[in-house]
């Protein structure tokens, strides 16, 4: 969602704020700016819209000041515009702010009781008029921020600036991340490390409604409760966070490529170099004794997960619910004992999914989390936390993160299935040796680039797309949609092969493609069945499956993409690479923002 950046040092403020504000895009965003302290006056700039333009303003109105804080707005309150772009000022109070405050109605109420002036539409306004109001009561800033706090419900991640006050900055953090970077003389407030990575690698991540208050020269720490906290300073690996493009045009065609690389780390990682004996925390999660699985995510981790449950369910023996987080809680699910609740996130700090985990914490025998950060909060508030390694993700939409997650995903499968006996020495060895290929089939499936690439430029005509599957190919088929509406805009849904007679097929019609994901497995032929009722009605399809698949398929096809052939288990995974490719080539056909589709975000820290 929204990007945080905030500077305490040496040089002017501007160039450097400006320069992480850019490293933040990937998060989504319509507009930004910048507000600083010269000579102890506070100033701000701010624009709709790119970076660009902000840049583009600060030639000519420059902000000089070696205090500053910056943010790029993904609009909740209020429509994008320059008034309602951050930072939101009130006299000697400037705020840039991540999250919902949830009782802004109260505040402005109180406000307005007062006479207060409101210049926005958003519920950020207020947390700056309150700090104002209380400043004016006599409240030190220190003093005012930590009143407001006490009244603040919602999620939030705030840094502020005070006039008058060039070496003073004060953050806070609610269910929003926010994160302190330590320099020499310099001090700094990011949204992640992305953010601060050019700044600095020493990074101390605050936790749940901690508070600092921040100079060049210390960094003073308080929990919710106003407690002095000893955070742990952490050193970031540098590489791990680098934010270029690799010579490809985009990002997403970059996290395309590298999957190879990151899934052999991640089979690495679980697997080690050799053998079939899976490195897992088995002391910390005992299956034996799990009797249902709840999985619970949002998005593209949604649908990792329903990949799971095939997984988990066959090899396992394991019953498996999964729920969109965002619904999970509000209908109140009975989890007990026996229940292993388990949530997938990217970032670690997808909103809907940490409350999950939150109506979860004691009501569940164990809370599991599959994520990309190991500094999030998800992970951390998780007994065990299980890293996908699929390094910076900066597209939106999400690819190699997914295949990473499939990946461990399908190990916490295996890793059940050899706890509760329902694998034996043989089949693991089989899946074992089939994953330690797996990297190089992808490198296959990755040549078929060129292929894609020419029928995306019809595809992009279309106005609508039907993805099918059968099995544990009907989330892949989901994933596939989802990635082609989140990037192309054009319209695409999903559906188990088996229920297109059940209403869909009364969409097939010459105009329609309709993409058919269906590797030569048991399910198959029933998939094929199903193919032939939409090319019996003039459907377009566009089969993809192995050569004995297509083989098997015959005539009358739209277009076909060969995949090399793959152990059934390891399908969903291989078979990701051109559902993603399709969706690249698509919405580079058709001219749109493939790294920052409109009304986006990567990471969703709101509900």
């Not at 507009?31 to 010269?38: K, L, V």
């Not at 409604?209 to 952490?234: F, H, W």
């Not at 088996?498 to 869909?504: D, Q, S, T």
């Not at 969706?583 to 920052?596: L, N």
Request: proline share 4%; glycine share 8%; hydrophobic share 45%.
């Amino acid at each position: 969602m929204c990007g945080i950046i905030g500077y305490l040092g040496k040089h002017e403020a501007a160039p450097f704020l400006l320069d992480a504000l850019k490293r933040l895009e990937y998060r989504g965003y319509d507009s930004a700016g910048i507000a600083t302290i010269n000579g102890g006056k506070l100033d701000r700039r701010r624009a709709v819209g790119k970076l660009v333009n902000l840049s583009d303003l600060l030639v000519h109105e420059p902000l000089a000041g070696k205090s500053g804080i910056g943010h790029t707005r993904w609009a909740t309150h209020g429509e994008p515009s320059t008034r309602n772009a951050h930072p939101h000022r009130a006299g000697p109070v400037a705020v840039v702010h991540n999250g919902i405050i949830e009782n802004y109605r109260d505040f402005r109420n109180e406000l307005s009781e007062i006479g207060v002036d409101f210049h926005t539409d958003t519920d950020t306004e207020t947390v700056a008029l309150m700090v104002e109001t209380y400043m004016r009561q006599g409240d030190t800033p220190r003093m005012a921020v930590e009143r407001l706090l006490e009244r603040l419900e919602g999620a939030y991640a705030l840094a502020f600036l005070f006039e008058g006050e060039e070496d003073l900055m004060i953050a806070a953090r609610k269910g929003s991340p926010l994160a302190i970077g330590h320099g020499e003389g310099e001090n700094y407030v990011g949204s992640d490390a992305i953010a601060l990575a050019l700044l600095t690698d020493q990074i101390t991540y605050l936790e749940e409604g901690d508070m600092a208050v921040i100079t060049r020269n210390s960094v003073e720490i308080r929990d919710a409760e106003g407690q002095l906290a000893n955070r742990e300073m952490r050193q970031v690996q540098m590489d791990k966070v680098r934010v270029d493009k690799g010579g490809h045009k985009h990002f997403m065609a970059k996290e395309i490529a590298e999957q190879p690389q990151v899934i052999a780390e991640a089979i690495g990682h679980y697997f080690g170099a050799s053998g079939h004996e899976i490195r897992f925390p088995s002391d910390q999660v005992d299956f034996t004794k799990v009797q249902r699985m709840v999985l619970v995510a949002c998005g593209t981790a949604y649908y990792a997960c329903l990949t799971a449950k095939y997984w988990i369910e066959k090899l396992a023996g394991i019953p498996v619910e999964v729920d969109v987080a965002s619904e999970f809680r509000y209908r109140e699910p009975p989890v007990g004992p026996g229940v292993l609740a388990l949530f997938v996130s990217q970032s670690g700090e997808t909103a809907d999914t940490l409350a999950a985990l939150r109506y979860c914490r004691d009501k569940a025998d164990k809370i599991v989390s599959v994520v990309n950060v190991p500094e999030s909060s998800i992970a951390r508030e998780s007994d065990v936390a299980l890293p996908i390694l699929a390094g910076t993700e900066i597209g939106v939409a999400s690819t190699k993160a997914f295949s990473c997650q499939l990946t461990v995903l399908l190990v916490v499968a295996m890793e059940a299935a050899r706890q509760r006996g329902t694998l034996s020495d043989d089949r693991m060895a089989a899946i074992v040796a089939s994953l330690r290929g797996l990297p190089s089939r992808i490198n296959i499936a990755l040549d078929n680039e060129a292929v894609i690439e020419a029928l995306a430029v019809e595809l992009e005509e279309a106005r609508d797309v039907l993805f099918l599957g059968r099995g544990q190919m009907y989330p892949l088929a989901l994933e596939g949609a989802l990635k082609l509406k989140e990037i192309s805009y054009i319209h695409a849904e999903a559906y188990a092969s088996g229920e297109l007679k059940h209403g869909p097929i009364a969409l097939i019609d010459a105009n329609m493609p309709v993409v058919v994901m269906a590797p030569r497995d048991a399910l198959f032929d029933k998939t094929v069945s199903n193919m032939q009722e939409v090319l019996a009605r003039g459907g377009k399809v566009l089969l993809i499956s192995d050569k004995a698949g297509l083989d098997t398929a015959g005539d009358g096809l739209w277009r076909s993409i060969e995949m090399p052939e793959i152990e059934d288990v390891l399908a969903p995974i291989l078979y990701a690479i051109p559902a993603q490719q399709i969706a690249y080539h698509t919405a580079v056909a058709k001219g749109t923002d493939v790294d920052q589709p409109r009304n986006l975000a990567k990471s969703v820290t709101v509900e």
